[in-house]
């Protein structure tokens, strides 16, 4: 999964994209020119820590991966093709969600785009250049089906037309893609086009020094004015995370308390990214190699996740062996659990669920 972080300049996006490198353990790549960097974060697993320390005792442990992508800053104009920002539209168009760093700390040395500090009024101003980026979109596919449609009538094409109107009507009134109702087949269509506005949205709030731990009244106006169907806000202080997460981890908790920082913070966004995207993590340990935490979409099958693994376990899919993380921590070890008779067999249908330890059976 990938997340592109975006907002307006000098509102922390870098800040908090070397947090999540330096915490996330990130492996970092950058093609340089001007492709913005991309950091591949180790997601904080406390669960896959403690089956490789307790249960499996395993060579190599293996962290599930979430990649960011740091986007140049977005102004005023970039949806209809201004600034340096509306190159980087199309990439942005890759990314499966979108966090928006908004600044929402005061400090007279950095100069504001927008002349004052005001959260509430960048998330929308942001947001209007979304909109009208996917307008100018639809806009310009609308017309080259129109000139198709004169040469030849095609049933597919008069659907997608139909659907694109619809869009471009939505937008028009300024609303995002992703509240438009659509079927199924709808959503397969339009997920070619990659809409901006029909991604989820997660709305981070980069909050003074001085507030920390504090009621942010502004956090409950932005949930209020934009929250939603796949939109999400947190807040976090990206430049003090980001102090904290250089201190060896006794002082780094020394530190959090005396500050009033919130656990994890780091942790927390990537939480908030997993829950967004409705993602679950599954683990596998069996034969001590390897202790690994994967990540599938909730509500995915045990058949489906056997090929995340690999495709030779989707194949010869036999059953799958699954018991809690929480029952199989208790139980001490995967035989124990077994003796107990709580590691379940599960066919190829089981709805893996989070937390699931899963050993696969399958035909070579
Ligand atoms: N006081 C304070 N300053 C911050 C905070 N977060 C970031 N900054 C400062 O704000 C400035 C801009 O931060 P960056 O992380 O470079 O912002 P950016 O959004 O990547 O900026 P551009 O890429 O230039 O658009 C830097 O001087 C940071 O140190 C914060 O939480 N509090
Ligand atoms: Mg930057």
């Not at 089956?51 to 293996?62: D, E, G």
Request: aromatic fraction near 4%; proline fraction near 4%.
């Amino acid at each position: 999964m990938r997340i592109g972080i975006i907002g307006l300049p000098a509102t922390g996006k870098t800040t908090l994209f070397d947090l999540l490198c330096v915490a996330g353990g990130a492996h970092v790549s950058h093609h340089g020119g001007n492709e913005p960097a991309v950091a591949v974060v180790k997601v904080p697993d406390s669960r896959l820590e403690r089956l490789a320390s307790l249960i499996f005792k395993p060579k190599k442990v293996t962290h599930a991966t979430m990649e960011f992508v740091d986007f140049v800053a977005l102004t005023r104009g970039a949806g209809q093709g201004e600034g340096l920002g509306s190159h980087y539209l199309s990439q942005m168009r890759q990314v499966d969600a979108l966090l928006h760093v908004l600044r929402n700390f005061d400090d007279p040395g950095i100069a504001h785009v927008e002349g004052k500090v005001d959260a509430a009024r960048d998330a929308v101003l942001v947001n209007t250049e979304l909109l009208l980026a996917d307008l100018d979109l639809v806009e310009k596919r609308i017309g080259r089906l129109e000139a198709d449609l004169k040469k030849i009538k095609k049933d597919e094409a008069l659907k997608e037309l139909e659907l694109l109107k619809r869009c471009r009507a939505w937008l028009a009134e300024e609303k995002p893609v992703r509240d438009l109702p659509l079927t199924e087949d709808d959503q397969k269509l339009l997920r070619g086009f990659a809409l901006l506005t029909a991604k989820p949205l997660l709305l981070l709030l980069n909050i003074g020094e001085g507030t920390l731990g504090k009621p942010n009244p502004i956090q409950e106006r932005l949930q209020r004015a934009l929250g939603g169907k796949g939109v999400a806000v947190t807040q976090l202080c990206a430049k003090m995370e980001m102090e904290v997460a250089q201190l060896p981890p006794e002082d780094a908790e020394v530190f959090r308390k005396d500050l009033g920082l919130q656990a994890g913070g780091f942790a927390e966004v990537l939480r908030a990214c997993f829950d967004l995207l409705g993602l679950v993590t599954f683990y596998t340990g069996e034969g001590g190699e390897e202790t690994r935490a994967w990540t599938i979409p909730a509500g995915t099958t045990a058949l489906k996740a056997a090929g995340v693994i690999h495709s030779d376990l989707e194949r010869g899919f036999i059953r799958a062996e699954v018991v809690h993380f929480a029952e199989l921590e208790a139980a001490g070890s995967l035989a124990a659990a077994k003796k107990k008779g709580i590691l379940r067999v599960e066919g190829k249908e089981y709805r893996v669920a989070d937390g699931d330890v899963v050993t696969v059976r399958f035909n070579v």
